[in-house]
């Protein structure tokens, strides 16, 4: 390795010459320079043959003005020569291999200073804070006379100390020494950590501090390497024992609400406190710690104290706070899930399992359900496992009390489909429909729906009290959709029905058109599949002889088209216009069959008896009493009553009211709706569960006939599979039962448990 300065270029001059004419070569002073004509020039540079030699006194005096300069240095006085001569002069030691000695004398020189800095760390009169200032001030002066003397050492620590792995920097010498003699020290470290601890508990406590001198004196710890030993574990245990006190304390004196946001405040605190002067290491631990003494201790707690509490007040923002404070610890979203689905079963459950509460279930539940809704996706960030725990809860305490949510669920539905419903548009409709078809969703005995759903649906198209068709059949197709064709194909039938009796009504006034003896009473005749309608009970009533020969007339026109079919009529369900003249004029009432047979009567006589009324028109009695309370007792009073009340007695007599006013020209008399007898809601349940007995008896034969042979478990778990209704074993049971009396199967006679078909 040949080195070259600027002294040995000054004493040593190099020269070439060139020879072109006799292409030799010159030996010029270590220089050889070849040339020939047309080839490249080549410098070659050699070593000095001769060493140039330092005087004896050169390394002494350079290491005094050294020391001199790191004296004035460390004392904050001013240097009396230039640094760039001080850097050269280093430099120039190093240059004749006396790095290990200038190193060595380096050290030890920074080491002794750094050892009479203890002394001002003994005196015992210092209070904490002055303390911290004071070590402070000497870890900022070190650093600094670190730094300088470094810049002066600087060709030392890039030569000799790099080329050596085993020493330690300038700089780190310069930690090192200061870990050492300083902080090492075990009353200066206590002091230094009590401090710093001391002043962190204050600033928790809410007092302001000197963030900054907290932020260097953590930061010099940390710079040397002692950061984790002598603070981190000691802040970690007093950070555990504060927030474990005061999780215990707060738990007791405070609501959850206010309690999750002091939560809430500690971890943004503790947050700010690692980036304004905690090491970014220690955050992890720390928060962990605040988070299990504050949340992870409490979370049964503060679930039982509070949950229920903020669903019922629903209190949005508490609520995402809660789930973001239990996401951070381990088992929390686990137990929010549990305490979140036993709330929705227990709320769930009063909602259904209260017979007085029945009038306004299906609206609390879609209520209810909506408000859970916007929790799960405003609160638990729209988390799967809630939504579905949320529909597990919900299928759970709606078929706790079986049936009744089904029947009510279905007269709502009517209620919102029914004319005269004018709460509602029909964009709003719909989304009630389909908020309706979530909890339809959630019900097992779906046939119970149907059954409801029919007799009401039958009630509104006949009377035409259906609000919307679109609505009607969108209600059909969502049905449809959920439980396929099968289910809505007598639905479906009803409307076919009555778009058939459209186009049959059609030709029949034109066959009306042909008759030589044209009637003045307009008929408009339903035709009604008997398996697609509910059943109704037939009653025989007196007609005038009028309409009995009219009905005549469509029964020959429409056998005469349809042969093989037998019509059924259902005065129940009819209804009429009558034309009538008051005093004021004339009028049109729109009625019932009932009240226009009762009406009739007072074209022959002025006034009647209730007695005279039922035998003339064959009314059964408590259908004649309800229908003279409507004539009678309601808005439009057609009829007088004597005496006057609002109930109808069999003494009553009833004259026609001439004086009769009203501003409209059609008037609709309602009939005084009797409210559904419990008699007819069994009925109804009744048919239903004749119908699941056929289903049940259907699926064994259809099961056994495809498996020959078959135990009663399997037989039992195929049924379940199979059947879309809840139903329990005794009554799957009693079905084989019934089938193995009626020979479509028999028992195994060596093993009782084993079935067989019978062809």
């Not at 969108?474 to 479906?492: D, P, Q, V």
Request: hydrophobic fraction near 35%.
């Amino acid at each position: 390795m040949f080195n070259v300065n600027a002294h040995s270029l000054r004493s040593n001059q190099l020269t070439m010459e060139e020879d072109i004419e006799q292409n030799q070569k010159s030996n010029v002073n270590g220089l050889t320079k070849t040339t020939k004509t047309g080839a490249t020039k080549k410098l070659i540079i050699k070593n000095f043959k001769d060493r140039p030699k330092l005087t004896d006194s050169y390394t002494e005096d350079t290491w005094m003005k050294l020391r001199d300069a790191v004296s004035a240095i460390q004392n904050s006085t001013s240097i009396r020569y230039n640094l760039e001569e001080l850097y050269q002069a280093v430099e120039n030691l190093c240059s004749y291999k006396v790095s290990p000695m200038l190193y060595k004398q380096l050290r030890q020189v920074c080491e002794d200073h750094v050892q009479a800095q203890i002394h001002q760390f003994r005196e015992e009169s210092l209070d904490s804070l002055s303390f911290l200032k004071r070590m402070n001030r000497c870890w900022q002066d070190h650093c600094r006379q670190t730094i300088m003397i470094r810049s002066i050492f600087l060709f030392l620590d890039r030569t000799y100390v790099l080329q050596n792995s085993l020493l330690p920097s300038i700089w780190d010498t310069g930690l090192e020494l200061f870990r050492t003699h300083i902080v090492s020290d075990s009353a200066v470290q206590s002091r230094t950590v009590e401090g710093i601890l001391e002043l962190i508990e204050r600033e928790r406590n809410g007092e302001t501090i000197d963030r900054s001198l907290l932020r260097s004196l953590l930061g010099m710890l940390s710079d040397l390497q002692v950061y984790k030993e002598s603070f981190e574990h000691r802040f970690l245990m007093d950070t555990n024992h504060l927030y474990a006190t005061e999780g215990q304390t707060l738990m007791q004196e405070r609501d959850v609400p206010k309690y999750l946001h002091h939560v809430a405040r500690r971890l943004e605190e503790e947050n700010d406190r690692v980036i304004s002067y905690l090491d970014q290491s220690t955050q992890k631990p720390l928060i962990a710690t605040v988070e299990k003494q504050l949340l992870e201790e409490h979370m049964n707690n503060i679930l039982q104290k509070g949950l229920r509490t903020l669903l019922d007040e629903n209190r949005v923002f508490e609520l995402t706070l809660l789930y973001e404070l239990f996401s951070k610890v381990k088992g929390g979203l686990t137990a929010l899930l549990q305490h979140w689905r036993e709330y929705i079963k227990n709320f769930g459950g009063e909602i259904v399992s209260s017979p007085e509460k029945d009038k306004d279930m299906v609206q609390e539940l879609l209520d209810f359900k909506e408000k859970m809704d916007n929790v799960t996706l405003g609160c638990f960030q729209k988390n799967e496992t809630f939504i579905n725990a949320m529909k597990e809860a919900f299928e759970n305490f709606i078929n706790k009390r079986p049936n009744k949510p089904a029947e009510l669920i279905a007269k709502y539905v009517d209620s919102k489909l029914r004319a005269g419903n004018k709460e509602a548009t029909e964009e709003e409709l719909e989304r009630i429909l389909d908020k309706i078809m979530i909890m339809f969703r959630f019900i097992h005995g779906k046939d119970v729906f149907e059954a409801f759903y029919k007799k009401d649906l039958a009630k509104r198209l006949l009377v035409g009290k259906s609000a919307s068709v679109d609505a009607e059949k969108s209600m059909l197709s969502k049905l449809k959709h959920e439980c396929g064709a099968a289910f809505t194909s007598k639905l479906e039938g009803m409307f076919k029905d009555m778009e058939l009796s459209k186009d049959v009504m059609i030709q029949f006034k034109q066959y009306m058109q042909n008759q030589s003896e044209p009637s003045n009473i307009e008929l408009t005749v339903n035709i009604l599949t008997m398996g697609h309608w509910p059943s109704y009970t037939p009653m025989d009533v007196h007609l005038p002889a009028e309409m009995v020969k009219l009905q005549e007339v469509f029964k020959m026109f429409y056998l005469g088209k349809h042969t093989g079919r037998k019509l059924q009529w259902q005065p129940t369900l009819g209804h009429a216009v009558l034309k009538t003249e008051f005093k004021e004029g004339k009028k049109e009432l729109q009625v019932s069959l009932f009240q226009t047979l009762v009406l009739l009567m007072f074209n022959e006589s002025d006034e009647c008896t209730v007695e005279e009324i039922r035998t003339a028109t064959g009314i059964e009695d408590a259908e004649l009493k309800r229908t003279l309370q409507s004539l009678a007792c309601g808005k439009a009073r057609v009829l007088n009553k004597t005496p006057r009340g609002k109930d109808v007695d069999d003494a009553d007599r009833f004259n026609f009211n001439s004086d009769f006013r009203h501003k409209l020209f059609r008037i609709k008399i309602n009939q005084i709706q009797m409210k559904e007898t419990v008699e007819e809601q069994v009925s109804t349940t009744e048919r239903v569960f004749q119908d699941r007995q056929y289903q049940i008896d259907a699926a064994v034969v259809r099961i056994m006939k495809m498996r020959k042979t078959l135990s009663h478990n399997l037989l039992v778990s195929e049924l379940y599979n199979q059947l879309k209704f809840p139903v329990k074993p005794s009554d799957l049971k009693k079905r084989i039962e019934s089938l193995i009396d009626r020979d479509y199967m028999e028992r195994d006679k060596e093993n009782q448990n084993q079935y067989h078909y019978v062809a």
